[in-house]
């Protein structure tokens, strides 16, 4: 049986996928920074939960040699923090993930899958990019997802496959960021105009990439 070790379980997406994989018939280990969040994913069957900081090294190391992981799955980021400067986004999106990385190849890890964002385009984007556009990203979380990106391009080997997944804003249960604000103020029957009102956004559910396939269905076609 594949096992499959996902970063940040606790959030929108890690959650849920952690779950569909597991009813897939994946052997699936769910690490989470702490129990916080994580409840709402243990009664399934299939799942082990481990507990460990992204960026404490040894912990994960410790972790990768306990078991044979054939997959990793790295969803954990800072994402909406308000109090994040640039050397958090820079420690935990960028230089966790290529610590991560090199972890894998370390343990003999088959397979990398890395979240990055759609934001690695920049933010004023009026056309319809697809994977060979060109990179301007404009934020500290951005700009630490596009690093990470570059560095698992250019440090990878014939050993371990890679694939980067770049979604735009994702919303769902568990959402901890904007798109849930947004639809808690609507359901107020207040309805704010942002800029000029002609501001274009392109939010999906975890349950919706395109017609017939979820973003855990892509996620799920790579492994």
């Given at each position: 049986?594949?096992?499959?070790l996902?970063?940040?379980?606790?959030?929108?997406?890690?959650s849920a996928?952690?779950?569909?994989l597991?009813?897939?018939?994946?052997?699936?280990?769910?690490?989470?920074?702490?129990?916080?969040?994580?409840?709402?994913?243990?009664?399934?069957?299939?799942?082990d939960?481990?507990?460990?900081?992204?960026?404490?090294?040894?912990?994960?190391?410790?972790?990768?040699?306990l078991?044979?992981f054939?997959?990793?799955?790295?969803l954990?980021a800072?994402?909406?923090?308000r109090?994040?400067?640039?050397n958090?986004?820079?420690?935990?999106?960028?230089?966790a993930?290529?610590?991560?990385?090199?972890?894998?190849?370390?343990?003999h890890i088959?397979?990398?899958?890395?979240?990055s964002?759609?934001?690695?385009?920049?933010?004023?984007t009026?056309?319809v990019?697809?994977?060979?556009a060109?990179?301007s990203?404009?934020?500290?979380?951005?700009?630490?997802?596009?690093?990470?990106?570059?560095?698992?391009?250019?440090n990878?080997?014939?050993h371990?496959?890679?694939?980067?997944?770049?979604?735009?804003?994702?919303?769902?249960?568990?959402?901890?960021?904007?798109?849930?604000?947004?639809?808690?103020?609507?359901?107020?029957?207040?309805f704010?105009?942002?800029?000029?009102?002609?501001n274009?956004k392109?939010?999906?559910?975890?349950?919706?990439?395109?017609?017939?396939e979820?973003?855990?269905d892509l996620?799920?076609?790579?492994?």
């Amino acid at each position: 049986m594949t096992e499959i070790l996902i970063t940040g379980a606790n959030g929108c997406i890690g959650s849920a996928l952690v779950k569909y994989l597991a009813k897939s018939g994946y052997k699936v280990t769910a690490l989470a920074r702490d129990i916080m969040g994580i409840n709402n994913i243990s009664p399934v069957e299939g799942i082990d939960i481990a507990y460990s900081d992204i960026c404490d090294t040894e912990k994960i190391d410790e972790l990768l040699s306990l078991k044979q992981f054939d997959v990793i799955i790295h969803l954990a980021a800072i994402v909406h923090a308000r109090d994040a400067g640039e050397n958090d986004f820079e420690r935990v999106n960028y230089h966790a993930t290529a610590v991560l990385f090199e972890l894998a190849k370390k343990h003999h890890i088959k397979q990398f899958v890395f979240i990055s964002t759609v934001a690695v385009y920049g933010e004023d984007t009026p056309k319809v990019f697809d994977e060979e556009a060109p990179c301007s990203p404009q934020t500290l979380y951005a700009l630490s997802k596009w690093k990470a990106e570059e560095y698992i391009k250019c440090n990878c080997n014939q050993h371990i496959r890679f694939s980067i997944i770049r979604p735009s804003t994702v919303y769902g249960n568990n959402d901890k960021g904007n798109i849930k604000r947004l639809f808690n103020i609507a359901k107020r029957g207040i309805f704010p105009v942002i800029g000029d009102g002609n501001n274009l956004k392109s939010p999906v559910s975890y349950t919706h990439l395109r017609p017939h396939e979820t973003v855990l269905d892509l996620v799920f076609r790579l492994l």
